[in-house]
């Protein structure tokens, strides 16, 4: 094991973030980052380089060298958390272990989008409900070569997390999980769930190891749930629910709820952490910012004052009724709201327009396939070249960062390669505004 000096481990220490220095972040298409909210610093592909290879690469070399003093230009998301003074920081995951030259302290595997669901706010990336071609195939990156080498890891391991998708529902995740009981049986494994699943292969894997849960649940109403979670049943999220809680219970692992903070539950949220503080569970909100039709932030100015009023209002009310844990969770989302008042004011703008179909056709005959063209014109540079050319506006890159977590760049190339027309218009039109 290499051992850090001194001097380098008071560094790094210090560091702005320590993801680049302590996780790896495993994705659909092979691609390897550091963390689950920087989708644009990818240090490797698994596709054609080992895990010692990408740990020991150059590019993350660089990125480690980058956050011992600032972000990244695409950590917009921390950055984000640091303008409005956050009280409960992403970047706090990676400083849980002591960090090692000699192996990374965390996996993060988002390496499948196989689902159950099509929830309002979801979209193909955390969901193959939204494409549906063919049956689905094993992903071709994570083959018998990936798994060889993902074994001589495992040992070396502290916590290994698991989203999707549906984990559940993911053959892969089963295979590793094996690896990690046989390999690695002290290994923190966590999984992000919808709660819907909970197989006889299911249960079989939960008593062979110790599996913490976080459940995806943003209403305890019925019928919001399931409008909200398409393809849903609110009684057998229940059950599986009260199952997973005894669960947790029994091994003295995390037992956690997230849920959503949008549009749809926005009358709810206080309450949703009550309900939280009843079960016994560590809550938090994951804040929707797209699509932007499901977003606070995009609601009339009026709607939005409503929401806000009440929002504080029912915190003063029933915060007696919320564990310490949970309070400080709906005060981390009373801190976004904060930050949304702004863009509300921006999104509200009596003057802003839309700006039609042609636009999508200029984007589609300047960049083919942006990914082998880098010396294209960026996504703000095109959007303003037309908007420039109509109605005398201008692209509001700030407002569509903002409220993404992607950079305007990723998010882009997404979508002319997945994404109809259609698509693109509706996602971009909310960030047209006068030009001043």
Known sequence: MRILTKNRKSKIENAVCKAAHASLRFGINGQVGVCCHNHVDIVGNIKDSKIEDI???EKIKKLRKTLLKAYSPHCTHCMAEDKIKSNAKSSSLYNRYPVSDDAPAILDFKIDNICNLKCTMCSHLSSNQFRQIGEKRENPYYNSIFFEDLKLWLPKI????????EPFLTPLYFKIWDFFIEKNPHCKIQIQTNGTILSEKVKEILQKGVFGINISIDSFDKENYEKIREGSSFEAMLLNLDFFRNYTSQKSSFFG??????KANRNELVEIAKEWSKLGANGWFSVVWNPAKEALWSLESDEFKLFYNKLY????LYKNNISTQNIEALKALMQVVEYMKQLNE??????KESYGYEFKRLVFSKIDK???NPNSANFEDLANLYFLKNNNSKFNIELFEKTSNFTSDEIFTDFIQNCDIDELSILLDTYKIPKK
């Open 313 to 316: 209002s029912d915190f003063e």
């Open 370 to 372: 942006p990914q082998q």
């Open 158 to 165: 502290k916590e290994a997390r698991f989203s999707g998708g």
């Open 257 to 262: 709820i997230t849920t959503c903070a949008m």
């Open 55 to 57: 740990w020991n690469g």
């Open 346 to 351: 921006i999104y509200n703008n009596p003057q």
